[in-house]
């Protein structure tokens, strides 16, 4: 059975990031599909710094997503 993880994001640093993203993929459990979408506004500072981190753990089972614009939280997820 496959679990899906999502991670939402809104301004958050990418070493914070980067932890979340570490922590699901270190599970036990290895049929995980993970998707982190990003809620940060157009002018964050570290928005391309956050794609760029979650490009490098993209995989068959890590999707990155990146709304066009904000959605709040629950739209988000």
Excluded: H, W
């Amino acid at each position: 059975m496959k679990v899906t993880a999502v991670i939402s994001t809104c301004k958050r640093n990418p070493k914070c990031l980067r932890r979340a993203i570490e922590s699901v993929l270190n599970q036990d459990y290895r049929d995980i599909e993970l998707f982190i979408v990003d809620d940060s506004p157009s002018d964050y500072i570290l928005r391309d710094d956050v794609m760029r981190l979650c490009m490098t753990f993209e995989k068959d089972n890590v999707t990155y997503i990146r709304n066009e614009k904000q959605m709040g939280a629950c739209a988000t997820r």
